[in-house]
């Protein structure tokens, strides 16, 4: 499959099930503590180094990002899905939120202060996501941070699995964690948490930056 065609079936995919994924997601963080205390120590780093915005790319229809800016940054949400970004304008009007590819995002270079990537990146193919990371990597202002979600996997090879929208990937978090540093990133933490009893894999976030310039 190529990138074109893996971008095609994901916006596809997500605008079939949109209205679905919306009732079914959009309170997830009220049972997720260990998600919220992350997002608001990346809140927190955004706003002390006040570099620009945070961009969440992947949102859906919304609602971490209406988490993350009720938290202190000023954060705008990005998504292949039109149908997505039409229940995110719906549900969060005073919030931005904008159709586009992650791996070629609208966006000048340095003009963000940081990014949220909560599994978006899963459904990317394997030998895209260094073009995609060094897209982040270009919109992220010196000393910007990364926060990327995903499932967790031992295999250091990405692993295809089942996922009830479209085809994604497991990753173990030290093969990821390789990937961002040849982009040009440094690790500041990680998490990986077992799964609950309505989840199958572990889930794991990998919280990074772009390095100051010399």
Same mark, same amino acid.
């Given at each position: $499959?190529?990138? %074109?065609?893996?971008?095609? =079936? !994901?916006?596809?995919?997500?605008d &079939?099930?949109?209205?679905?994924y919306?009732?079914?997601? %959009?309170? $997830?963080? =009220? !049972?997720?503590?260990?998600?919220?205390?992350?997002?608001?120590? @990346?809140? +927190?780093l955004?706003?002390?180094?006040? &570099?620009?915005?945070?961009?969440?790319?992947?949102?859906?229809?919304?609602?971490? !990002?209406?988490?993350? %800016?009720?938290?202190?940054?000023?954060?705008?949400?990005?998504?292949l899905?039109?149908a $997505?970004?039409?229940l995110?304008?719906?549900?969060?009007?005073?919030?931005?939120?904008? *159709?586009?590819? $992650?791996?070629?995002?609208?966006?000048?270079?340095?003009?963000?202060?940081g990014?949220?990537?909560?599994?978006?990146?899963?459904? &990317? *193919?394997? #030998?895209?996501?260094?073009?995609?990371? !060094?897209e @982040?990597?270009r919109?992220?202002?010196?000393?910007?941070?990364?926060?990327?979600g995903?499932?967790a996997?031992?295999?250091?090879?990405p692993? +295809?699995?089942?996922?009830?929208?479209t085809?994604?990937?497991?990753?173990?978090? =030290? %093969?990821?964690?390789?990937?961002?540093?040849? &982009?040009? @990133?440094? *690790?500041?933490?990680?998490?990986v948490?077992?799964p609950? +009893?309505?989840?199958?894999? #572990?889930?794991?976030?990998?919280l990074?930056r772009k390095?100051? *310039?010399?």
């Amino acid at each position: $499959m190529t990138a %074109s065609s893996a971008v095609h =079936d !994901t916006r596809t995919a997500y605008d &079939a099930v949109a209205p679905l994924y919306a009732e079914l997601f %959009s309170d $997830m963080l =009220d !049972t997720r503590p260990l998600e919220r205390a992350l997002l608001a120590a @990346f809140a +927190e780093l955004v706003r002390d180094h006040d &570099a620009g915005p945070v961009a969440d790319i992947g949102c859906g229809p919304g609602h971490v !990002t209406a988490h993350l %800016s009720a938290l202190g940054p000023t954060t705008f949400g990005v998504d292949l899905s039109p149908a $997505m970004i039409a229940l995110a304008r719906e549900a969060h009007p005073y919030l931005r939120f904008d *159709e586009g590819s $992650m791996s070629a995002l609208d966006l000048a270079d340095g003009v963000l202060g940081g990014i949220l990537a909560l599994y978006s990146i899963i459904h &990317a *193919e394997p #030998q895209a996501l260094p073009a995609v990371f !060094t897209e @982040f990597r270009r919109v992220l202002a010196p000393g910007g941070h990364l926060l990327l979600g995903f499932f967790a996997g031992d295999d250091p090879l990405p692993r +295809e699995f089942d996922h009830k929208v479209t085809l994604a990937y497991r990753w173990s978090p =030290d %093969s990821l964690a390789e990937l961002l540093r040849q &982009a040009g @990133f440094v *690790e500041v933490a990680r998490l990986v948490r077992e799964p609950r +009893e309505d989840e199958r894999f #572990q889930q794991a976030h990998l919280l990074v930056r772009k390095p100051q *310039e010399p």
